[in-house]
């Protein structure tokens, strides 16, 4: 399909970008293979730079493209400051970020500061120094409990199940002290306490800062402190560790002292105002319940953006998302920050997948407790799916997320709808939640599998060699490619490029708020932006009418004056 040239590149101009940015997502070792080897590259990522720009988003944010044993996917960092040699130099890195902003596109990367991987050189001289040592003080390295100190210091639990102490052994072979792993064995934790470490992420920052990034996407940015009585935890009767839910005062989430962190590195940022590409930016991952707590991350002097996870996480019913959008709109303005709204990431079952399941959320419209997100993707796991549902869902949930005031997040694939793969063989899962877990949760390399660009058949353009992709592509995406979507005017890929440039080229879509409209209620969603734009989405069994005006975009054909059910569209009111 022709498209007219989209790149107005005001985006680089304009100081408040991120306040409404879309942003796509890119995993690197899934996104484009260049080299053919089976694994993404950032040569890849070049070529598809003008694919990013013709769909129309404002930024891309790359995950971890760092030196790494892949351990977590990359988010087990070995060197902050390089790219991996899977993935490419440095020297493609800039002609990336130089790439991008040509075609008018901010860059955000990844910033890991919770944890390393054990592979960086600061946790190797640690493990080679003696107990007390400056080297043992980066990490968090503690003497165990019990008469021979066989006891992890604390109950403490790993995200990714087991333990979060891992004991070391001494020069003389006889079991040493231990330290402290969040996730996996394989990522220790970083001790925030120590100056040096505060230092060193400023200067990570300004490497990059300096390269001419645009922001930062914040991983787990409500771990870094920790309780220093290191107390133990009630028990998650689940692992029979100690739990990781992040009520006030858990030891090892959401701790004042993050609030210290974040603002050091805003004066960092702040560093930058007055650069071409002005003051830079952070978007902040965090999963903390209630949203009244969560934008405690965006008040003034913190960071910018936060994801919005109760969005990517409520169900597919006008009620749930109702109660979203209000508490998140509500929230987020008593501090000033913009929304941002999320439908999947390379943490979270697919939506295609999730929307066409019997239970497609957790239940916001009760204010149910929010659940650890890979414990959804578990217990989505193995429930019947209807693709077609999914996938009609997912078509009208774009135009939701994309018609609501604030940012949004496209995760790449999302915009070919793609679904989950859920049938991954056993011993070629990755995610160490598999191991870890003792096989209880198969973890999230279901949707990590390498994008499909071409071709009818694997690996559809991801490379030359379906045998060595890094993950096999499922039969199902036949005709899913980009390649196909993009001759298709009623496919996926053209109706978010549609609705991009509609949220591009309407003024409405600037203003930063909504209100409800008299449509609304019941099993609907309606609402207006600026004077004359309505949203619908119709949750509902029965058609809705449809009030008088001109469809800017429409998730499926509604020529018979009504919007079906699970559908959604743009109008501009008569
Ligand atoms: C974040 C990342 C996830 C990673 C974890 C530990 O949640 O999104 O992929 O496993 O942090 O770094």
């Given at each position: 399909?022709?498209?007219?040239?989209?790149?107005?590149?005001?985006?680089?101009?304009?100081?408040?970008?991120?306040r409404?940015?879309?942003?796509?997502?890119?995993?690197?070792?899934?996104?484009?293979?260049?080299?053919?080897?089976?694994?993404?590259?950032?040569?890849?990522?070049?070529?598809?730079?003008?694919?990013?720009?013709?769909?129309?988003?404002?930024?891309?944010?790359?995950?971890?493209?760092?030196?790494?044993?892949?351990?977590?996917?990359?988010?087990?960092?070995?060197?902050?400051?390089?790219?991996?040699?899977?993935?490419?130099?440095?020297?493609?890195?800039?002609?990336?970020?130089?790439?991008?902003?040509?075609?008018?596109?901010?860059v955000?990367?990844?910033?890991?500061?919770?944890?390393?991987?054990?592979?960086?050189?600061?946790?190797?001289a640690?493990l080679?120094?003696?107990?007390?040592?400056?080297?043992?003080?980066?990490?968090?390295?503690?003497?165990?409990?019990?008469?021979?100190?066989?006891?992890?210091?604390?109950?403490?639990?790993?995200?990714?199940?087991?333990?979060?102490?891992?004991?070391?052994?001494?020069a003389?072979?006889?079991?040493?002290?231990?330290?402290?792993?969040?996730?996996?064995?394989?990522?220790?934790?970083?001790?925030?306490?120590?100056p040096?470490?505060?230092?060193?992420?400023?200067?990570?920052?300004?490497?990059?800062?300096?390269?001419?990034?645009?922001?930062?996407?914040?991983?787990?940015?409500?771990?870094?402190?920790?309780?220093q009585?290191?107390?133990?935890?009630?028990?998650?009767?689940?692992?029979?560790w100690?739990?990781?839910?992040?009520?006030?005062?858990?030891?090892?989430?959401?701790?004042?002292?993050?609030?210290?962190?974040?603002?050091?590195?805003?004066?960092?940022?702040?560093?930058y105002?007055?650069?071409?590409?002005?003051?830079?930016?952070?978007?902040?991952?965090?999963?903390?319940?209630?949203?009244?707590?969560?934008?405690?991350?965006?008040?003034?002097?913190?960071?910018?953006?936060?994801?919005?996870?109760?969005?990517?996480?409520?169900?597919?019913s006008?009620?749930?998302?109702?109660?979203?959008?209000?508490?998140?709109?509500?929230?987020?303005?008593?501090?000033?920050?913009?929304?941002?709204?999320?439908?999947?990431?390379?943490?979270?079952?697919?939506?295609?997948?999730?929307?066409?399941?019997?239970?497609?959320?957790?239940?916001?419209?009760?204010?149910?407790?929010?659940?650890?997100?890979?414990?959804?993707?578990?217990?989505?796991?193995?429930?019947?799916?209807?693709?077609?549902?999914?996938?009609?869902?997912?078509?009208?949930a774009?135009?939701?997320?994309?018609?609501?005031?604030?940012?949004?997040?496209?995760?790449?694939?999302?915009?070919?709808?793609?679904?989950?793969?859920?049938?991954l063989?056993?011993?070629?899962?990755?995610?160490?939640?598999?191991?870890?877990?003792?096989?209880?949760?198969?973890?999230?390399?279901?949707?990590?599998?390498?994008?499909?660009?071409?071709?009818?058949?694997?690996?559809?353009?991801?490379?030359?060699?379906?045998?060595?992709?890094?993950?096999?592509?499922?039969?199902?995406?036949?005709?899913?490619?980009?390649?196909?979507?993009?001759?298709?005017?009623?496919?996926?890929?053209?109706l978010?490029?549609?609705?991009?440039?509609?949220?591009?080229?309407?003024?409405?879509?600037?203003?930063?708020r909504?209100a409800w409209?008299?449509?609304?209620?019941?099993?609907?969603?309606?609402?207006?932006?600026?004077?004359?734009?309505l949203?619908?989405?119709?949750?509902?069994a029965?058609?809705?009418?449809?009030?008088?005006?001109?469809?800017?975009?429409?998730?499926?054909?509604v020529g018979?004056?009504?919007?079906?059910?699970?559908a959604?569209?743009?109008?501009?009111?008569?």
């Open positions: 399909m022709t498209t007219e040239p989209v790149r107005p590149t005001q985006n680089l101009n304009d100081p408040n970008w991120w409404r940015a879309v942003v796509y997502q890119i995993y690197p070792r899934s996104f484009a293979d260049a080299n053919g080897d089976g694994t993404g590259d950032v040569r890849g990522m070049i070529e598809k730079l003008p694919y990013l720009a013709d769909l129309g988003v404002d930024a891309v944010w790359v995950s971890p493209w760092y030196p790494s044993p892949l351990l977590d996917g990359g988010y087990d960092v070995a060197d902050y400051r390089d790219i991996s040699p899977d993935f490419g130099t440095l020297a493609d890195a800039d002609e990336f970020i130089a790439r991008a902003h040509e075609l008018g596109l901010r955000f990367i990844d910033l890991v500061p919770n944890h390393s991987s054990w592979e960086h050189p600061w946790f190797k640690a080679a120094a003696a107990p007390g040592s400056p080297e043992r003080d980066l990490y968090i390295f503690r003497d165990g409990k019990g008469e021979n100190g066989d006891v992890p210091p604390t109950n403490w639990g790993s995200v990714f199940g087991g333990s979060a102490w891992h004991r070391t052994t001494d003389d072979g006889n079991p040493g002290q231990w330290y402290l792993h969040m996730f996996d064995i394989s990522q220790p934790d970083w001790n925030w306490e120590n040096a470490v505060v230092e060193e992420f400023h200067s990570i920052l300004r490497f990059w800062f300096d390269r001419g990034i645009d922001g930062f996407r914040v991983d787990v940015a409500d771990s870094m402190a920790k309780d009585s290191f107390p133990d935890v009630p028990i998650n009767p689940a692992t029979g100690g739990t990781n839910d992040k009520y006030v005062g858990a030891p090892l989430w959401d701790q004042p002292k993050v609030a210290d962190i974040q603002r050091g590195w805003r004066r960092v940022a702040d560093e105002s007055a650069t071409p590409l002005g003051g830079r930016v952070f978007v902040a991952e965090a999963y903390l319940d209630p949203v009244e707590r969560l934008v405690e991350y965006v008040a003034p002097g913190r960071l910018h953006t936060t994801f919005n996870f109760d969005a990517l996480l409520s169900e597919w006008a009620a749930s998302q109702r109660v979203v959008i209000d508490r998140t709109l509500a929230a987020h303005e008593a501090v000033g920050a913009p929304t941002t709204w999320v439908l999947g990431n390379h943490d979270n079952t697919r939506v295609v997948t999730r929307y066409g399941k019997p239970v497609t959320g957790l239940d916001f419209s009760s204010h149910d407790e929010l659940e650890e997100p890979i414990e959804l993707t578990t217990r989505l796991h193995g429930l019947p799916t209807d693709i077609a549902l999914g996938r009609r869902r997912a078509r009208a774009a135009l939701l997320e994309l018609g609501l005031p604030g940012g949004a997040y496209i995760y790449q694939g999302e915009e070919l709808g793609l679904e989950e793969v859920e049938d063989p056993e011993d070629l899962l990755q995610d160490p939640t598999w191991e870890r877990s003792g096989h209880r949760m198969r973890g999230r390399d279901g949707c990590r599998v390498p994008l499909p660009w071409s071709g009818d058949a694997a690996p559809y353009g991801f490379g030359t060699d379906a045998a060595a992709t890094w993950l096999p592509q499922p039969a199902s995406w036949r005709g899913l490619t980009a390649a196909d979507q993009d001759a298709d005017p009623s496919s996926m890929l053209n978010y490029r549609a609705a991009l440039r509609q949220r591009r080229t309407q003024p409405e879509f600037t203003d930063g909504l409209h008299a449509l609304d209620g019941g099993d609907v969603l309606a609402f207006t932006r600026g004077e004359g734009v949203v619908l989405v119709n949750f509902g029965e058609p809705v009418p449809l009030p008088a005006g001109e469809v800017l975009v429409a998730s499926v054909a018979d004056g009504s919007l079906p059910t699970d959604a569209l743009w109008l501009r009111l008569a």
